[in-house]
């Protein structure tokens, strides 16, 4: 069960969010009352190159075992779960974080992408967890973004690491690229 605390200890093995299991779970499998379909998604940069492998399933709140989820999006590859993502609550870590104990540090990332603001960058850090090619990132995003707008937020991703890379030319949205530059940031 993925938010009560384990007495024992904790588990490392994260694979997926509550019932929702990375290469498990189907677009099948769904609630459609909760979940709606995102448009095709397609190729970054373009309009016409489709991504055809790639569905995305979007619910703007849930239940799980208690905990309010918001945003959650669901991206699958041919029809299995590689990517989850929501917004990262103070229930939700407690949850998390009670399940598979603190991760992993990862350096502050600094990205100017506020042409107006250079001295206010966007600044990404967080937590992850490893399990096989399955990685859980707590992402932390504070400062001005591109629109030069000031942002402050938290969220979880948990993801296929092959997959993502598989993907990383189709526009899945700012979570994964912010995500992916995170990452980046932390190899030599």
Known sequence: MLFLPYWSGVT??????GSYS???????SLDKAVFREEEQVY????????????????APRLDMEG???????LAFY???LFAISCDYSPALKN????KHGQGSH????SLPTCINRQDKPLLIGGDSWMNGDIQAVAIRVEGFNSDCRQEESDWLMVASRRVITLSSDCDLGSRPYLYDRLLDGQRP
């Open 22 to 28: 990375i290469g498990v779970t189907t677009p099948e």
């Open 67 to 73: 905990i309010r989820i918001t945003n959650l999006s």
């Open 12 to 17: 490392l093995n994260v694979a997926g969010l």
């Open 43 to 58: 190729a970054k940069g373009t309009l016409t190159l489709a991504c055809s492998h790639i569905r995305l399933f979007k």
């Open 106 to 109: 990862l350096s502050t990332v």
């Open 78 to 80: 041919d029809n299995k």
């Open 95 to 98: 949850a998390f974080v009670g």
